[in-house]
């Protein structure tokens, strides 16, 4: 696969748009020379292309090579051989660089090679089994291939954690709440779970999770079920719902539509919040009826966002 410039990668934008609550994705395949199969969003991906030249700088991470000019910027490039850890892996950097955008960051991730991009529904894209799970916690999903094979999804935000350390929360103030405030949120990611549940606590708020888009909804309907026989509000159970955008079984986009469609649900905003951070990915929550868009990880604008949603 000879790809050079995002736009042989992706759709235009508006057919991209289109896949909003389709509950599909696009997956962009590729190996780092070993028989396992890996894939990525293609929403992520902005660039494919041969391996450049990479400038090696001192006292960089494990599995961050160095450096590469990239159209008048600088970014990092990191070996994902090197994070998988997996046996019989190729001496050498890999011949294939991605370019991917993740959280407002563009970084160059090497691999061996690229395939070909697929779609499929999220329904058949799984939470994998613990013992899948390995390599550190950096599968997130796998896929069954109709010809048997399997695609393991990586969890990015795993990796750039493992390379970067995780993003340090500030001092965030406490939202102006009553005492039960509960905040619902669904994310498939270990990290992303992790330093959203730290955002909430210091906002002084309860919360509750899932972990797919799936589970959250049928945890989400059990709640409004009770809910309405107690003879209570649903703002009084849950003040609002975050939704990762991307998530085994069910993704973000088709959840929003759920819960905007069902009327138990109103008045409750939903608020998506993904590493996909691009204007088109802005423009697909709005399509669904998102209530507001945060780029993954910026504690402070995830608390500015939820703060006024969750104190009125």
């Known amino acids: 696969m000879d790809l050079v410039e995002s736009k042989n990668l992706l759709d235009s934008v508006d057919a991209r748009t289109r896949l909003a609550g389709s509950n599909k994705m696009e997956v962009l395949l590729f190996n780092v020379g070993t028989r396992e199969v890996f894939g990525i969003n293609v929403f992520k991906v902005r660039e494919v292309g041969r391996t450049p030249h990479i400038t090696k700088t001192p006292n960089m991470p494990r599995g961050v090579e160095g450096l590469i000019s990239l159209r008048g910027n600088v970014i990092p490039v990191l070996s994902l051989a090197s994070f998988l850890q997996l046996d019989g892996v190729p001496v050498g950097l890999g011949g ?44 997130t999903a796998v896929i069954e291939l109709e010809s048997g094979g399997l695609v393991s999804i990586l969890d990015v935000e795993q990796v750039l954690a493992n390379a970067f350390g995780e993003a340090m929360i500030v001092d965030i103030q406490p939202a102006r709440v009553a005492p039960d405030t509960s905040v619902f949120f669904a994310d498939d990611s270990v990290v992303a779970r992790r330093k959203i549940i730290e955002v909430l606590d210091k906002l002084g708020v309860r919360h509750k999770h899932a972990t797919n888009g799936m589970e959250a909804w049928t945890r989400l309907q059990g709640i409004a079920t009770h809910t309405l026989q107690s003879g209570r509000n649903i703002r009084d159970e849950i003040r609002l719902i975050l939704v990762d955008a991307e998530m085994p079984e069910m993704d973000g986009y088709v959840l929003t539509k759920n819960i905007k469609s069902d009327a138990r649900f109103e008045g409750v905003p939903v608020v998506m919040h993904s590493s996909l951070s691009s204007e088109a990915n802005r423009a697909m929550g709005k399509t669904v009826g998102v209530d507001a868009y945060v780029a993954k990880f910026d504690a402070e604008a995830l608390a500015d966002t939820l703060r006024p949603l969750i104190e009125r």
């Open 96 to 139: 294939t660089m991605m370019v991917a955008e993740y959280s407002k960051r563009t970084l160059g991730f090497l691999v061996h090679e690229v395939d070909r991009i697929i779609r499929v529904d999220w329904e058949r894209v799984k939470a994998p089994e613990s013992v899948l799970a390995g390599n550190q916690g950096l599968i």
